[in-house]
């Protein structure tokens, strides 16, 4: 009875191995077919992914909020601290939002539409003022003469093209489903915030039962400790990003550079990508002040950014950020390469808590295996 017991083990496991190996075969046969299927599926389920990011992104706000409204001596805010608390953040939200749509947003469009239509103009002074360089200049090398050569054959009509005015046309009917999908991502991100408590709960008992109890408090530990990198970082790189471009929006105005709320916006956008951010959008905002204004303000522009830059760097981000995330330089640009690299710009941003919640699990991990040594090393 042994034996047979011992053989059918044998012969389940090997059996088991062969299904296995099937099925790796089958999905690296069908690869694309796997990625398309993800792919449609991650698309599907985008506005709740995007609504469990709002709720994210709301939750510290909503609980100060509500623990606010819980020392009320109102008793029916007392009561509903919770729904008056994110009640409270969305309406700020929203008048946050009407802010940007009527006072900043048609500046800067109004800044994007005159730079397109000058395009044309700036282009020819530009080409103008190079066919004035000596010979012997640098910037007349086979290089860059080549790359005018490029920029000059571009022809415009592909862009109004029959299959052009179709991708538009698409593009207008996704922005319609966009928003369908923002709606339903807003839903989300209410009922999520609103029953909170009960989906920790939930993934707190699925955990505590499908862990052991020391990986249990580990996980526990982990999340939290994630959790909070997370936020720090996102709340504190947006808040420092927008005093950025205040900053370099008034004193590009007091420079009279042309299209100054675009480039200060443009700079603060960026910025909230480390080491790389801040040199991409300096080298772009350089190049448009110097097609709009000549080399002496592009350089007296660099001169004035950069010094921002320095004391935003060494005296305001430091205060925002602090050293919730305590990682050296050099993870910093390896994160953000690679980030970059696979999943662009949204990469880029992301690739830097990412790596901080990476550094904090590998570190956890050494000081457990040093503690397990030292204990061996004291029995023996």
Wanted: hydrophobic share 55%; with cysteine.
């Amino acid at each position: 009875m042994e034996q047979i017991k011992k053989n059918w083990k044998k012969w389940l496991y090997w059996f088991t191995l062969g299904i296995a190996i099937v099925i790796v075969y089958k999905a690296l046969d069908n690869f694309d077919i796997i990625i398309n299927s993800i792919g449609k599926f991650l698309n599907v389920i985008g506005p709740f992914l995007a609504g469990i990011f709002i709720a994210y992104l709301l939750y510290m706000p909503c609980r100060k909020i509500e623990q606010d409204f819980k020392k009320s001596k109102n008793r029916l805010i007392k009561k509903k601290a919770r729904t008056f608390s994110i009640f409270t953040v969305y309406l700020i939200v929203i008048i946050l939002l009407i802010i940007f749509i009527n006072f900043i947003l048609p500046v800067i469009s109004e800044s994007i539409s005159d730079f397109i239509q000058s395009i044309p103009i700036y282009y020819e002074n530009s080409i103008r003022n190079y066919n004035k360089l000596p010979e012997d200049s640098i910037l007349k090398s086979d290089i860059v003469k080549q790359q005018i050569e490029n920029i000059q054959n571009i022809d415009l009509k592909q862009y109004i093209s029959l299959d052009k005015i179709i991708e538009y046309i698409a593009g207008a009917i996704n922005a319609v489903t966009g928003i369908f999908d923002i709606f339903v991502a807003l839903i989300v991100s209410i009922y999520i915030l609103r029953e909170r408590d009960k989906i920790l709960r939930f993934f707190k008992r699925l955990a505590s039962v499908l862990f052991k109890e020391k990986l249990y408090k580990n996980i526990g530990k982990l999340f939290n400790n994630s959790n909070e990198v997370f936020f720090k970082f996102i709340a504190s790189q947006f808040l420092d990003a927008i005093i950025v471009g205040i900053l370099v929006t008034i004193a590009l105005s007091i420079m009279k550079v042309k299209y100054a709320p675009l480039l200060g916006f443009f700079i603060g956008i960026f910025n909230m990508i480390p080491y790389f951010g801040a040199i991409i959008a300096v080298a772009i905002a350089a190049l448009i002040t110097l097609v709009t204004g000549g080399i002496s303000q592009s350089i007296w522009m660099l001169i004035v950014v950069i010094i921002l830059q320095q004391i935003d760097a060494n005296i305001i981000n430091p205060k925002i950020v602090g050293q919730s995330l305590k990682i050296s330089p050099l993870l910093v640009i390896f994160a953000v390469t690679v980030g970059g690299a696979y999943f662009g710009l949204l990469g880029m941003f992301l690739s830097v808590p990412i790596i901080a919640v990476i550094r904090i699990v590998v570190n956890d991990y050494i000081n457990l295996k040093m503690l397990t040594k030292r204990k061996k090393l004291r029995i023996n």
